[in-house]
């Protein structure tokens, strides 16, 4: 991409501009606010896995003996909510989507700054009110908020909960409409769509989901409140309500929510793997064009979460074959990556191997989605640890897995400074190994029939589950890692300049870390994305 | 919601399109907001006609319909507002903003007398709830004072939208207020369509043959 | 290679003992293999190129005339052609489970925080416990009192939620006697993972005989009743008792007032946590004398005479 030549002398940068806590807090620059969604966020996936680590550690043995029943149903539902809200539809699109959109569209800012960082203050708040139910007596509905168990019969602070959430989403909509305004608006001069980096792309595509989805939760959210609270019965079937209508309306927005947990990792990974088999990737077009197609047919399949819930047949069938379909594109997003690196010059420094580890859980977890999506399989895996295997495989094998992916190598332009390498391909290792031993073994369990959402269990399903809970403490070790050394290297980390990676894309133009306005002067694209040079000549 | 852009190229334009743009989106979300309403109530009518029917014959229905022209009444006065602040004729504008918003006064006014009877004649859902007929009648009026409630709490951010924008005419009455006028209509615009889908909904339902 | 622990669970595993479950491992192993294959080739295919043309290989580089169009449109009909042929063979499996075969033997579950009440066509009822006779269709009928549960039989492959407010119908035919596990998979509350049971296959003959060998309905109404007088309850919760308090019998399924003005609906939580806790949500009209039963009256006893409450219930309703 050819671009003009930054000034001589540059501004200074982003974190230089301003160190009272009083200009982080009012700041109106998206990259701050990217900073301060990564603090929150971090927060909410340390409390998050400490839950899974108790409920990890409760499963060791088959009978209860760490924790109470009700306490271990308050232990999934919190894992649940904070993964969920408030680390994997955050995660990406607001930590690395808010740093990289504008950096990588030529723009000095997003469309609305001041909403971008009203957004933070509302996921804030949003987060409180979760964080005052748990300390307040916790909720056991499970994340789903299922009812009439939520409306009518949970124990615990559901509203608070479920107000919480409500608060939150708002957050995820002003993120969305952001962003579609940023991209239709803000790209530099010569910055057409078929030249954008593939993250755009596929944050493109999330915030259409982030906007269409978002609000029926919230209106579903508002209806359970409205049932618990003040007796304003929707789904109550004394009264001859469904409460099937509540799970379609849950799953209407839960299932492309989905989609936000994994489009915008496959996007980094588009970035990372071009970047270091220096390339274009391969089939580009209809790589970007799979992520729309995967967010249009992703709002069409929310009924495959009900093949076992009575609802009709047809339903099931039309339901199940939208469920394969929408496997297509995801499917060809893998094999184009793969056949990127065909006469590629591949370097594997720690982005790429998260890259790889990206694509070998995520076609674990997708094809165990089509188990899922079979129907007759489904009825027996259904609800099971098999469930809850696959899903892990996506969000965390690919959705966690991308996020560290892109963290690290974006690393240098966040904080103008280097990591030390060799920690962190070690950690990567030690994050992949630990994984696969926390959820594979929970493929088999749930095929053997264990259902989720069980703290005790047969004995016959001791082994898998020890296995599990040793994968889970390796997995927790590797993600302590990164936290120590990336925080050791935004402070203390060798200087990085402004493209270590000698990358393509405009974020790579600016500085590093890059001034308050990002550029100079608005950069001018007159070529399209990747645009490596031949890697013989290298 | 401060919709201000930063605009790089820095023309009135560019900025009025990007807010344009923005509050397109944001009508779009609340399109489906209302649609989980919308689809729990088809879904409910379709499996419970006679006690819907039952149930929407307890509404009042001359405050609907009067309700129902107040408003459209009132979209056509933020329409003129619009009009005359693309003329800049602000003193104009100003008028018709305060009766569009005096219109909307007036629909939530007549709402409250009508929300005040059903508590009256114990037609809010809950352990008070009376109403001789089959039970899914309750229902009815979950989504009764489900849809009008989140409507009237938007047509309030409505009003809330008009006094802000009839302050700002009046500090700066030379400036140009088209874009934030337009826009400020768009969202009184949809506010009045979800109730042009609402009152025949509720209200005119017809008797069970 | 990734794929081996699951083939040798399910070579060792799950027993396979209704007329549909070799068809359902049919197809599960028909995708296993499927979905291998291809994450086979995947890691083939990468590791190749990954190692072929590591930076610094000799490796031949270089642009190089792929029509891409073509290979797209491929390998896009090429899954899309496989898929759609798994989900074919998986909807004709599963229209087959969805369509009883007409006859058997038909019986009622009632699923409730958190017990499974089977009552059989006889009138025989069994709590947790579900006997039925091999080689035969059997036709469930489930219903819900509270929240949605679901049905869950491994050995089976049979699953179907519970949903309040209707009566959902699943079936199966059991092929070999034994015993097999059952769960309830629906997050139903604090004890969901205590709402398991079993299924017992018996040879018609003898489920027969089973069947016949006693009328037991009431039979746990009965030792509900006799828990609530062996407790002392009768003492104060009957009309005549020496302190004032609600009597029961009719209570569960009514929507009560509370002393702090609210309402509450009796039903198997709220019984509970009245004997247990009974202090929380006292009804009004009532003083808040009742002394906590929590660890006097055993978990049994307790499901006893919530099942009495209910059945004593049923006489009473409209």
Not at chain 2, 27 to 43: I, M
Request: contains cysteine; proline residues 7%; neutral net charge.
């Amino acid at each position: 991409m050819s671009v003009d030549p930054p000034p001589a002398s540059p501004p200074p940068d982003y974190l230089a501009a301003g160190v009272t806590v009083r200009s982080w807090l009012l700041t109106h620059d998206h990259k701050r606010v990217a900073l301060l969604y990564l603090f929150t966020i971090t927060a909410f996936f340390a409390i998050a896995a400490v839950a899974a680590a108790l409920m990890r550690w409760e499963l060791l043995t088959p009978d209860a003996d760490l924790v109470t029943p009700d306490i271990y149903n308050r232990l999934f539902t919190l894992h649940g909510v904070l993964m969920v809200w408030f680390f994997l539809i955050p995660s990406i699109p607001n930590v690395l989507g808010n740093f990289l959109l504008p950096l990588m569209l030529g723009a000095p800012d997003v469309a609305f700054p001041r909403l971008n960082l009203a957004s933070w203050y509302i996921f804030l708040a949003g987060g409180l009110l979760v964080l005052q139910a748990i300390l307040t007596g916790g909720v056991d509905t499970g994340w789903t908020f299922y009812t009439p168990y939520s409306s009518t019969y949970a124990n615990g602070q559901v509203m608070l909960m479920a107000a919480g959430v409500f608060v939150a989403g708002f957050s995820s909509i002003a993120t969305g409409l952001n962003f579609i305004v940023t991209i239709h608006k803000f790209r530099a001069p010569g910055l057409t769509w078929f030249r954008l980096p593939l993250f755009v792309w596929s944050l493109y595509a999330t915030s259409l989901i982030l906007v269409l989805a978002t609000p029926v939760l919230a209106i579903t959210l508002l209806l359970i409140v409205l049932e618990r609270g003040f007796g304003i019965g929707i789904f109550d079937p004394r009264l001859g309500g469904d409460p099937l209508l509540f799970q379609h309306l849950f799953w209407f927005y839960s299932h492309p929510a989905v989609y936000i947990m994994i489009l915008p990792g496959m996007g980094v990974v588009s970035e990372t793997i071009a970047c270091f088999a220096r390339k274009r990737i391969f089939g580009y077009r209809v790589v970007a064009c799979s992520s729309l197609a995967i967010a249009v047919l992703g709002f069409l399949v929310w009924g495959h979460h009900m093949f076992v819930s009575s609802q009709s047949v047809y339903a099931g069938l039309v339901f199940s074959l939208l469920s394969f379909l929408v496997s297509v594109p995801s499917a060809v997003k893998v094999f184009n990556w793969t056949a990127t690196f065909h006469r590629a010059s591949i370097r594997f420094d720690t982005p790429l191997l998260y890259a790889l580890g990206f694509m070998a859980l995520f076609t674990i977890g997708g094809l165990t989605g089509l188990f899922l999506a079979t129907l007759a399989v489904d009825v027996h895996v259904h609800d099971t640890y098999f469930v809850i295997a696959h899903f892990h495989y996506i969000m965390v094998g690919g959705m966690v897995m991308a996020y560290l992916g892109g963290i690290h190598y974006w690393w240098p332009k966040i904080s103008g400074r280097l990591y030390p390498e060799g920690l962190a391909r070690v950690s990567a290792l030690v994050i992949f190994l630990g994984f696969n031993l926390t959820f594979f073994p929970q493929f088999v369990l749930g095929y053997l029939g264990m259902p989720r959402r069980y703290h005790i269990y047969p004995p016959e399903f001791q082994v898998l589950n020890v296995l599990s809970t040793a994968g889970a403490s390796l997995l927790g070790l590797g993600y302590l890692l990164p936290l120590v050394y990336l925080t050791w290297s935004f402070f203390r980390g060798p200087p990085a300049g402004a493209n270590p990676w000698r990358a393509t894309g405009l974020e790579w133009t600016t500085a590093s870390p890059p001034p308050e306005r990002n550029f100079a002067e608005s950069p001018v694209v007159s070529g399209g994305p990747y645009d490596y040079p031949e890697p013989a000549r290298e | 919601m401060n919709l201000a852009p930063t605009c790089p190229s820095g023309t009135p334009a560019h900025g009025e399109s990007v807010n344009r743009l923005g509050l397109w989106v944001f009508l779009a979300t609340e399109v489906l907001f209302f649609g989980g309403l919308f689809l729990a109530y088809a879904v409910y009518r379709a499996a419970h006609a006679a006690a819907f029917s039952a149930a929407s014959a307890r509404l009042d229905f001359p405050i609907g319909t009067v309700n129902t022209g107040v408003l459209l009444t009132s979209s056509l006065a933020v329409a003129l507002a619009d009009l005359a602040a693309r003329g800049r004729r602000v003193r104009s504008a100003r008028a018709w903003l305060v009766v569009a918003g005096l219109l909307g006064a007036v629909f939530l006014t007549l709402k409250g007398f009508e929300y005040h009877a059903k508590f009256a004649e114990h037609l809010v859902p809950g352990p008070g709830f009376a109403f001789a007929g089959p039970p899914p009648a309750e229902l009815f009026f979950s989504l009764y004072f489900a849809m009008t409630g989140l409507h009237a709490v938007h047509l309030l951010a409505g009003l809330g939208a008009l006094a802000w924008l009839w302050v700002r005419l009046g500090r700066h009455p030379t400036g140009d207020h088209t874009g934030a006028v337009e826009l400020t209509g768009l969202y009184w615009h949809f506010v009045d369509c979800v109730w042009v889908f609402l009152y025949p909904l509720l209200y005119l339902i017809p008797p069970a043959p | 290679m990734i794929a081996s622990p699951v083939l040798l669970a399910w070579a060792t595993g799950l027993e396979s003992a209704s007329s549909i479950s070799p068809r359902v491992d049919a197809l599960f192993r028909g995708l296993l293999v499927a979905g291998s294959g291809m994450a086979a080739l995947l890691l083939v295919a990468n590791l190749t190129l990954l190692i072929r043309y590591r930076a610094g290989s000799r490796a031949q580089r270089g642009p190089v005339n792929l029509p891409v169009n073509l290979i797209e449109a491929g390998w896009i009909a090429a899954t899309t052609v496989v898929f759609v042929a798994f989900f074919a063979w998986g909807a004709s499996v599963y229209l087959d489970m969805e369509r009883p075969p007409a006859g058997g033997v038909r019986i009622e579950i009632v699923a409730r925080q958190w017990m499974w009440d089977v009552r059989h066509a006889n009138g025989r009822r069994e709590l947790d416990t579900l006997h039925v006779p091999a080689g035969e269709t059997v036709r469930l009928e489930l219903s819900s009192e509270d929240v949605i549960h679901s049905l869950f039989v491994p050995a089976f492959r049979v699953k179907q939620d519970v949903v309040p407010g209707k009566v959902v119908t699943t079936w199966f035919e059991a092929t070999r006697p034994g015993r097999y596990r059952l769960y309830c998979s629906q997050y139903c509350g604090t004890k969901h993972a205590g709402m398991t049971g079993e299924v017992v296959v018996l040879p018609p003959a003898e489920y027969a005989a089973w069947l016949g060998r006693g009328d037991a309905s009431g039979e746990i109404a009965a030792r509900g009743r006799a828990a609530l007088v062996r407790n002392g309850c009768t003492g104060c919760h009957s009309p005549g008792g020496t302190v004032r308090a609600p009597v029961l019998e009719g209570l569960h399924g009514r929507r009560i007032p509370l002393a702090d003005g609210s309402f509450v609906l009796v039903d198997t939580a709220y019984l509970r946590d009245s004997i247990l806790e009974p202090n929380r949500q006292v009804a009004a009209g009532f003083d808040p004398v009742m002394p906590s039963f929590k660890g006097i009256i055993p978990e049994g006893e307790l499901l006893d005479i919530i099942a009495y409450l209910r059945v004593a219930n049923e006489g009473t309703k409209p």
